[in-house]
């Protein structure tokens, strides 16, 4: 054995803890799951605390990750004593929360518990209230910070006052091989499924139907492109709470003929 192999140490496997209070499902569940698989893979421990009801919860259980319920569905003093004994017991390495609620009970109920750290990850572009409360919970309650995109790490940095190096701007990736040209199916056999021409020009959004996606600008940008590319199709694909509004606007615009909402989809890729 060479003293190169000697002096190496074998890699510390750490006990990472998720937390998600939201019950919807979306571009932020699945990053957090490939994410947890991902470090599993590395040999890491997984668990996620999240509510019976959250989607993410029966999600995790059928990829194999290790699952706690906790009662994440308001900020209560319930959620906070059940969180603190659950993390006094099993002690992990780092928590990485994901959303508000679960975000608030962490940080309270992680006071004084110095033997791990707490991770912030920011998921959404929406604003953030600039209060006292807000900037001891990203600047103090947080060991660090990760969003995932460079503006959305300008934007709280500016508006919280966060060092720069206490946030890291960490962009979801997506599986490649997943959408190569190998593995798609005929494009003839699926627009033929969604009454698309073979002719037409395609647009996609893959996205929760929220408010902060951009849905209402597309949906009057289409209005404006078919007047010069009449043959031009929409497809939306992704749910949410804002699915009647989005099909109101459909009809207002007098798009009817243009945009398809496919819904909620685990083949995205087809």
């Known amino acids: 054995m060479t003293q190169q192999k000697q002096d190496q140490k074998p890699p510390q496997t750490l006990h990472i803890v998720h937390t998600e209070a939201s019950q ?6 699945i990053r957090i799951l490939t994410e947890a698989k991902a470090m599993q893979a590395q040999g890491h421990q997984i668990t996620l605390l999240a509510p019976k009801a959250a989607k993410i919860h ?17 900020r209560s003093f319930k959620a906070i004593f059940a969180t603190r004994r659950w993390l006094k017991k099993q002690r992990p390495d780092i928590v990485n929360t994901h959303s508000s609620i679960d975000s608030w009970v962490v940080a309270i109920a992680a006071l004084s518990l110095n033997f791990m750290r707490t991770v912030r990850t920011r998921h959404i572009s929406a604003p953030i209230k600039i209060n006292g409360i807000n900037r001891w919970l990203y600047r103090k309650a947080a060991q660090h910070i990760v969003t995932t995109g460079e503006t959305l790490r300008q934007t709280i940095m500016r508006d919280l006052q966060i060092p720069k190096e206490h946030i890291t701007s960490i962009p979801t990736g997506i599986d490649l091989q ?24 395609v647009l996609g959004i893959v996205a929760t139907l929220r408010s902060w996606k951009g849905h209402d600008d597309l949906l009057h940008a289409l209005k404006a492109v078919i007047k010069t590319q009449a043959n031009t199709q ?35 890729e087809q």
Do not use: C, F
Not at 61 to 74: D, I, N, Q
Not at 178 to 192: D, G, I, K, T
């Open 24 to 29: 919807g499902w979306g571009g932020q569940e």
């Open 58 to 74: 029966q999600a995790a259980e059928k990829l194999g990750l290790t699952v706690v319920t906790m009662s994440y569905e308001k």
């Open 178 to 201: 997943r959408y190569s040209r190998e593995n798609l199916p005929n494009q003839r056999v699926q627009r033929a499924d969604l009454g698309i021409a073979d002719d037409a020009i």
């Open 234 to 268: 929409l497809l939306i694909v992704g749910d949410g709470p804002r699915r009647e509004h989005i099909e109101a606007l459909v009809r207002e615009l007098n798009l009817q003929n243009h945009v398809h909402l496919v819904g909620q989809r685990d083949d995205v």
